[in-house]
């Protein structure tokens, strides 16, 4: 199932139980998949246009009278845009959102660099009181939802809008703010966030060819981390490697080695965007552009390992 058409559901579904949550658009509701809800909740559906930021100031004024708003928009604009309303209107004046960031990283694909958001994660994970959710498949979205509104403060959701490959199975239990270990090794840790869970588990077939027994964990949120997940994993590998869909400044790779160095340094590598914009493509074109494919990063860790 798309993602986009896992929030309509599960919104349909909390809006009819909860009528505090709104939902707000910036003039995309048609490609986020929040249209229907238009039809089935005319008033608490608000279309603001393409005015981000006083989106985002009126979601705070929303959250002060009680409701609580869902703010849809591209993730460049989720964050690069409205960063002084998050900062003030929201965090600062302790309101409550879930800002949900749409078709993150290369995930843009043909809208280009300008809607390519390599820093999103950067731009908000520095603001006191947000959490960052980047979300890996359907299953675990349909799960998180919910546990968004018990959540105290801020939700920046990175999401894809439309179908990726699913890595969880029916079985699967989510707790926000806790990581996933996708599996077991000892030789190395390779941590992940969001849709490169499943690229890193295609990698680990080369990985067992070279003789390389890799961990892998899904993060999950980049804030709050799960250190206790980060810290034993390490303990075990003494190796890490973090790959991610974002700039490797101030995303995951910093998040993990801003808590290792503190209390368990060890030796890591980041496998992420280097210091440069996006561009038109693809989806698996851009994955191999910027050495973000299962091959890519198994060489990668190949290298690393030695």
């Keep these: 199932m798309e993602f986009r058409q896992v929030f309509y559901q599960q919104l349909s579904k909390l809006m009819k139980e909860d009528e505090r949550i709104v939902v707000l658009d910036a003039d995309l509701s048609k ?8 039809k089935e909740f005319p008033n608490r559906c608000y279309n603001v246009g393409i005015a981000e930021s006083n989106m985002v100031s009126i979601a705070a004024g929303l959250s002060s009278c009680g409701m609580i708003p ?8 989720a964050t690069r845009r409205t960063c002084d309303q998050i900062a003030v209107s929201l965090a600062y004046s302790y309101q409550k959102a879930i800002i949900v ?15 390519m958001a390599f820093e999103d ?19 675990q979205l349909e799960m998180a939802i919910p546990q968004m509104l018990n959540y105290d403060g801020i ?3 990175r999401v894809p809008r439309k179908l990726y490959p699913d890595v969880y199975n029916n079985e699967y239990i989510y707790t926000l703010g806790k990581a996933d270990i996708l599996k077991e090794g000892k030789d190395v840790t390779i941590f992940t966030s969001g849709i490169m869970a499943s690229e890193v588990l295609k990698a680990i077939t080369l990985l067992k060819e070279a003789n390389i027994n890799a961990e892998v964990i899904s993060l999950n949120t980049l804030k709050p981390l799960d250190k206790e997940a980060i810290l034993k994993s390490v303990k075990k590998t003494n190796r890490a490697v973090v790959v991610e869909n974002h700039s490797i400044i101030g995303g995951a790779y910093s998040s993990v080695a801003e808590y290792l160095s503190t209390v368990y340094p060890v030796i890591m590598k980041p496998i992420g965007i280097q210091d ?3 561009q038109t493509g693809k989806y698996r074109e851009l994955l191999e552009v910027y050495k973000l494919d299962y091959n890519n990063i198994a060489k990668q860790i190949i290298e690393f390992m030695k």
């Design 31 to 38: 490609p986020n998949g929040t249209s229907p809800l238009y």
């Design 121 to 139: 994660i950067s731009v908000v994970r520095a603001i006191p009181r947000i959490m960052v959710y980047d979300v890996v498949d359907a299953k």
């Design 276 to 278: 440069e914009f996006g």
């Design 101 to 115: 960031g749409t078709d993150p990283g290369v995930t843009a694909e043909t809208n280009g660099g300008t809607h």
């Design 70 to 77: 869902f703010i849809f928009t591209f993730a460049p604009f």
């Design 155 to 157: 939700v920046y959701v």
